[in-house]
T-cell receptor
Framework: AQSVAQPEDQVNVAEGNPLTVKCTYS??????LFWYVQYPNRGLQFLLKYITGDNLVKGSYGFEAEFNKSQTSFHLKKPSALVSDSALYFC?????????????FGTGTSLTVIP | DSGVTQTPKHLITATGQRVTLRCSPRSGDLSVYWYQQSLDQGLQFLIQYYNGEERAKGNILERFSAQQFPDLHSELNLSSLELGDSALYFCASSVYERRDEQFFGPGTRLTVL
């Protein structure tokens, strides 16, 4: 079973509009959740993480994510998209209970912000 | 620039061969992670070392092995290479073992012919 899912391969949004990139997970217990961004021909860059505490997490470049335990989701959001936000976004979960601290990454969502 | 360095940048080799990828973590980071990124498999976690000891293991093939040295740099050894091993291999590092974010290197692109 897939531990983390990003249901949308591609998301298009107009510049200035709010954006959402979806992520759901299927790991039991209290996993750690992360968002990373990858620009072409580059390594991944950390955006934000949820470990514990407040369900709304704020990260780099104006991004935020909301942890929803009942829906097992960790959607990435930004109030106003920029063209420079266009990139590949990965959700990741670290499972401490079942699989020996493994990291699982989603398949990635390609975000295009249209000028 | 994340501060994580990987060498070489590109590697072209033949099936059946063995290669070694090298990673130097950010100064002060004790954990090193290895990942494989390919078009069909996506981003796969391979293995994590913390201060020289293996801490977590993912989908790493038996033909692959890794280690972290006393100076904290790490090497990923890939042997009996197959066409399907062609991928981008990333190294990442973090300060601690569990909860902190990782800083990724630029990757090594391996092409097996």
């Amino acid at each position: 079973a897939q531990s983390v899912a990003q249901p949308e391969d591609q998301v298009n949004v107009a510049e200035g509009n709010p954006l959402t990139v979806k992520c759901t997970y299927s790991v039991s217990g209290n996993p750690y959740l992360f968002w990373y961004v990858q620009y072409p021909n580059r390594g991944l860059q950390f955006l934000l993480k949820y470990i514990t505490g407040d369900n709304l997490v704020k990260g780099s470049y104006g991004f935020e994510a909301e942890f929803n335990k009942s829906q097992t989701s960790f959607h990435l959001k930004k109030p106003s998209a920029l063209v420079s936000d266009s990139a590949l976004y990965f959700c990741a979960v670290r499972d401490f209970l079942n699989t020996g601290n493994q990291f699982y990454f989603g398949t990635g969502t390609s975000l295009t912000v249209i000028p | 620039d994340s501060g994580v360095t990987q060498t070489p940048k590109h590697l072209i080799t033949a099936t059946g061969q063995r290669v070694t990828l090298r990673c130097s973590p950010r100064s002060g980071d004790l954990s090193v992670y290895w990942y494989q990124q390919s078009l069909d498999q996506g981003l796969q976690f391979l293995i994590q070392y913390y201060n020289g000891e293996e801490r977590a293991k993912g989908n790493i093939l038996e033909r692959f092995s890794a280690q972290q040295f006393p100076d904290l740099h790490s090497e990923l050894n890939l042997s009996s290479l197959e066409l399907g091993d062609s991928a981008l291999y990333f190294c990442a590092s973090s300060v601690y073992e569990r909860r902190d974010e990782q800083f990724f290197g630029p990757g090594t692109r391996l092409t097996v012919l």
